[in-house]
Each structure stands twice: as C-alpha cells, then as structure tokens.
C-alpha cells in the first residue's frame, strides 16, 4: 500500500540535494520532481563543478523527469525546491508546463516573483515557505562559511 507524502517530505528531499550542493562547495539549493506521489527526479546545483551557468537545480531534474516519463511536459508532476527559482528556472518550468511548483525560501534578489507568477504556466499551481526556515538556513551557513 503506497502512503500519501506531504509537501514537507518531498522538500526534505530537496534539501538532502541541496545539503550534496553544499558540501561540493555549490550554492546549496536542490531539487526533486515527484509524480503520482513519488520521486523520479532529483538534482542540485553544479554550476560550478559543470562550468555551466544554467546547471541549476531546476534544470537538472526538470530533464532528469522529462527523460523518465519520455515527455517534454509535465503536468502531472510537482517540482519541490529548496529555494525561489531564478527567471531563467522559471522559463523552463513554464516550458515543461509543470503542473506544480513548491519552494522554501524566498529570493529577493534573483527569484522570479519579483516580476510575477505569469512567468509560469497558466495551469501552474504554486505553493511556498514549505521548511523556510530549514532552506534559508543552509543558504545562510553557506553565505557565512565562503564570506570568512
């Protein structure tokens, strides 16, 4: 019998990514796609391990999903991340037509609700603050560890 996972299970998930993230020396945020109420993506940022500006959390499990279920869309699935994502991640969820986005921590400076939820699909639920504390807080300790 298959237990229904809460949001918060999902973004601890997240968070394990984004904990990797961490101790490769990467902005620590992570990501995972669950679908019919599992996981079948997972990533972390590697911009710099890959050299590559766009190795975003998002991104990385947005083609990881996309290659599990063979489909450019994803309406049926949620992308669970540990941070608001950028505009360019915001794009691409618009592209995959992700049917839902959940975030932790907000972004003031970078994340894409500083221009507006239309930068996502018009069928694109949205949710945030799940574990904010937890997210901002490995953000911070990140920030403070390469600062000193």
Same mark, same amino acid.
């Given at each position: 019998?298959?237990?229904?996972?809460?949001?918060?299970?999902?973004?601890?998930?997240?968070?394990?990514?984004?904990?990797?993230?961490?101790?490769?020396?990467?902005?620590?945020?992570?990501?995972?796609?669950?679908?019919?109420?599992?996981?079948?993506?997972?990533?972390?940022?590697?911009?710099?391990?890959?050299?590559?500006?766009?190795?975003?959390?998002?991104?990385?499990?947005?083609?990881?999903?996309?290659?599990?279920?063979?489909?450019?869309?994803?309406?049926?699935?949620?992308?669970?991340?540990?941070?608001?994502p950028?505009? =360019?991640?915001? /794009?691409?969820?618009?592209?995959?037509?992700?049917?839902? *986005?959940? &975030? +932790?921590?907000?972004? !003031?400076?970078?994340?894409? =609700?500083?221009? /507006?939820?239309?930068?996502?699909?018009?069928?694109t639920? *949205?949710? &945030? +603050?799940?574990?904010? !504390?937890?997210?901002?807080?490995?953000?911070?300790?990140f920030?403070?560890?390469?600062?000193?």
């Open positions: 019998m298959l237990h229904f996972r809460g949001d918060e299970y999902f973004m601890q998930e997240a968070l394990k990514e984004a904990q990797l993230a961490f101790e490769e020396g990467e902005i620590p945020v992570g990501a995972v796609i669950a679908c019919e109420n599992r996981i079948i993506a997972r990533g972390h940022n590697t911009t710099e391990k890959l050299l590559d500006v766009t190795a975003h959390a998002e991104i990385l499990s947005i083609t990881a999903a996309s290659n599990y279920l063979n489909s450019k869309y994803l309406p049926d699935c949620t992308l669970y991340v540990t941070l608001e950028c505009n =360019m991640c915001a /794009g691409a969820i618009f592209w995959a037509q992700m049917g839902r *986005l959940v &975030y +932790g921590a907000g972004d !003031e400076k970078r994340g894409f =609700m500083r221009i /507006g939820k239309e930068l996502l699909h018009p069928k639920t *949205l949710e &945030y +603050g799940v574990l904010h !504390e937890e997210c901002s807080q490995l953000l911070k300790e920030f403070q560890k390469i600062r000193s």
